[in-house]
Protein backbone atom coordinates (compact mmCIF):
# COMPACT_ATOMS: atom_id res chain seq x y z
CA UNK A 1 0.00 0.00 0.00
CA UNK A 2 1.42 3.28 -0.93
CA UNK A 3 1.24 5.82 1.69
CA UNK A 4 2.54 9.59 2.68
CA UNK A 5 2.06 10.49 6.40
CA UNK A 6 3.45 14.17 7.35
CA UNK A 7 4.33 15.47 10.73
CA UNK A 8 5.44 18.41 12.29
CA UNK A 9 3.35 20.93 11.56
CA UNK A 10 2.48 23.23 14.69
CA UNK A 11 2.22 27.21 15.92
CA UNK A 12 5.53 28.84 15.97
CA UNK A 13 6.19 32.73 16.06
CA UNK A 14 7.92 34.60 12.87
CA UNK A 15 11.43 34.12 12.65
CA UNK A 16 11.20 30.68 13.73
CA UNK A 17 12.06 27.58 12.73
CA UNK A 18 10.25 24.17 12.37
CA UNK A 19 11.13 20.57 10.90
CA UNK A 20 8.50 18.69 8.39
CA UNK A 21 8.93 15.20 8.04
CA UNK A 22 7.46 12.62 5.63
CA UNK A 23 6.93 9.06 6.16
CA UNK A 24 6.76 7.09 2.80
CA UNK A 25 6.18 3.47 2.59
CA UNK A 26 5.22 0.80 -0.20
CA UNK A 27 6.02 2.38 -3.68
CA UNK A 28 5.89 5.74 -2.70
CA UNK A 29 9.76 5.71 -1.64
CA UNK A 30 10.80 4.24 -4.71
CA UNK A 31 9.50 7.48 -6.22
CA UNK A 32 11.97 9.04 -8.46
CA UNK A 33 10.99 12.90 -6.84
CA UNK A 34 10.02 13.44 -3.39
CA UNK A 35 8.20 16.87 -2.81
CA UNK A 36 6.65 19.58 -0.46
CA UNK A 37 3.68 21.53 -1.87
CA UNK A 38 1.63 23.76 0.40
CA UNK A 39 -1.60 25.74 0.51
CA UNK A 40 -2.93 28.58 1.82
CA UNK A 41 -6.26 29.76 2.45
CA UNK A 42 -8.30 30.81 -0.43
CA UNK A 43 -5.38 30.04 -2.42
CA UNK A 44 -3.83 27.27 -4.85
CA UNK A 45 -1.88 24.79 -3.95
CA UNK A 46 2.21 25.35 -4.65
CA UNK A 47 5.45 24.07 -4.93
CA UNK A 48 7.37 24.53 -2.04
CA UNK A 49 10.91 22.10 -3.26
CA UNK A 50 11.74 18.47 -4.10
CA UNK A 51 14.69 16.16 -4.08
CA UNK A 52 15.70 13.11 -6.00
CA UNK A 53 17.43 9.89 -5.45
CA UNK A 54 20.53 11.55 -6.66
CA UNK A 55 19.82 14.63 -3.63
CA UNK A 56 19.63 17.07 -6.78
CA UNK A 57 17.25 19.97 -4.94
CA UNK A 58 14.62 21.81 -6.38
CA UNK A 59 13.13 25.41 -4.18
CA UNK A 60 10.74 27.84 -5.39
CA UNK A 61 12.21 31.20 -5.28
CA UNK A 62 9.88 32.17 -2.59
CA UNK A 63 11.71 29.60 0.43
CA UNK A 64 15.21 29.69 -1.57
CA UNK A 65 17.79 30.67 1.43
CA UNK A 66 15.32 29.68 4.14
CA UNK A 67 13.87 26.15 3.56
CA UNK A 68 15.86 23.02 3.06
CA UNK A 69 14.69 19.86 1.57
CA UNK A 70 16.73 16.20 2.90
CA UNK A 71 15.62 12.70 2.39
CA UNK A 72 16.84 9.43 4.29
CA UNK A 73 17.03 6.67 2.29
CA UNK A 74 17.45 4.12 5.55
CA UNK A 75 14.38 5.66 7.23
CA UNK A 76 12.28 6.65 4.56
CA UNK A 77 11.57 9.43 5.25
CA UNK A 78 12.19 13.28 3.49
CA UNK A 79 12.20 16.34 5.67
CA UNK A 80 11.50 20.07 5.37
CA UNK A 81 13.29 22.45 7.84
CA UNK A 82 11.85 25.86 7.66
CA UNK A 83 14.21 28.65 8.97
CA UNK A 84 13.52 32.13 9.39
CA UNK A 85 9.47 31.64 8.79
CA UNK A 86 7.38 33.95 7.96
CA UNK A 87 3.64 34.70 8.11
CA UNK A 88 3.00 34.07 4.72
CA UNK A 89 4.30 30.50 5.14
CA UNK A 90 1.26 29.87 6.33
CA UNK A 91 -0.42 26.80 4.98
CA UNK A 92 -1.16 23.05 4.78
CA UNK A 93 1.80 21.40 3.73
CA UNK A 94 1.22 18.22 1.78
CA UNK A 95 4.21 15.71 0.87
CA UNK A 96 3.96 14.09 -2.20
CA UNK A 97 6.09 11.85 -4.45
CA UNK A 98 6.34 10.72 -8.30
CA UNK A 99 8.94 9.43 -10.98
CA UNK A 100 9.29 12.86 -12.36
CA UNK A 101 9.50 16.22 -11.33
CA UNK A 102 6.94 18.58 -11.11
CA UNK A 103 6.38 22.37 -10.66
CA UNK A 104 2.63 21.64 -10.53
CA UNK A 105 0.50 19.27 -8.66
CA UNK A 106 -0.61 17.55 -11.71
CA UNK A 107 2.15 16.28 -11.93
CA UNK A 108 2.73 14.10 -8.36
CA UNK A 109 1.03 10.94 -7.98
CA UNK A 110 1.24 10.24 -4.20
CA UNK A 111 -0.34 12.49 -1.24
CA UNK A 112 0.07 12.97 1.60
CA UNK A 113 -3.62 14.33 3.93
CA UNK A 114 -1.62 17.20 4.71
CA UNK A 115 -0.21 18.99 8.53
CA UNK A 116 -0.80 22.42 9.27
CA UNK A 117 1.94 25.14 9.63
CA UNK A 118 0.76 28.31 11.74
CA UNK A 119 3.49 31.41 11.66
CA UNK A 120 2.42 34.19 13.83
CA UNK A 121 3.78 37.62 13.37
Known amino acids: QAQLVESGGGLVQAGGSLRLACAAS????????MGWFRQAPGKEREFVAAINWGDTRYYSDSVKGRFTISRDNAKNMVYLQMNSLKSEDTAVYYC???????????????WGQGTQVTVSS
Open 96 to 110: AADDRMSLTTGGWRY
Open 26 to 33: GRTFSSNF
